[in-house]
């Protein structure tokens, strides 16, 4: 993957349901997230562009509601690619998800700073001052192994009318857990836009 890779969430949009395309450093799509409105058990459906002809994965839950649910990644083929499991309590005050591999833990997404979140839910819903506070207050989050080592950076930019990210590189990492971080972050992503 060539970094910076850049995540856009529609916010305006006339279809059903959440739409995220990521694409690399030099424009070229990664990958475009499709989320279905009005399910019971959240499952994503990932393709190769906007285009939506070519499958790439799917993501779904095992639970229809929980502070601990994973979402499992299978692809096309049905092989399964691992999971994001959001932490249960932990992911209260601030974002705390562990991304699985072979049922390990392979990394954790952490908000770098809570306080920065807390503080755009906070302001978000009053007029002009939550504009302001959606554009100016930009939380960002960690990708880190289980040994401390921070592999990637997950930074929203200023946006006002629709939702954009930037993932940065920071270490070491494999091409498979590059993948699995990717559909990771774009998982997370719906799930903390829900969360205000």
Known sequence: MRYPVRLQFKLLTFKLGQRISATDASGQPLMY?????FKLKEKVEVYADESQTRLLFHIQADRV???????????????????VRRSGMRSLWSAHYEILRDNQV????????????F??????GIPILGLIAVYLLN???LIVRPDGEHVL????????????????KLGVISED??????LAVM??????????
Do not use: H
């Open 65 to 83: 509601i929980d502070f601990s649910a994973n979402y499992s990644f299978t692809d096309a083929d049905g092989e399964s690619w691992g999971a």
């Open 139 to 141: 939380p960002t989050y």
């Open 33 to 37: 997230v499709k989320q279905k409105m």
């Open 106 to 117: 392979a990394m954790v997404i952490r908000e770098e700073s809570p306080f920065k979140k």
């Open 177 to 182: 857990d590059e993948l699995r971080a990717l």
């Open 119 to 124: 503080l755009e839910s906070l302001l978000g």
């Open 187 to 196: 998982m997370v992503g719906l799930l903390e836009r829900k969360r205000g």
């Open 153 to 168: 950076k997950l930074s929203k930019l200023p946006a006002i009318f629709e939702g954009k990210f930037e993932l940065e």
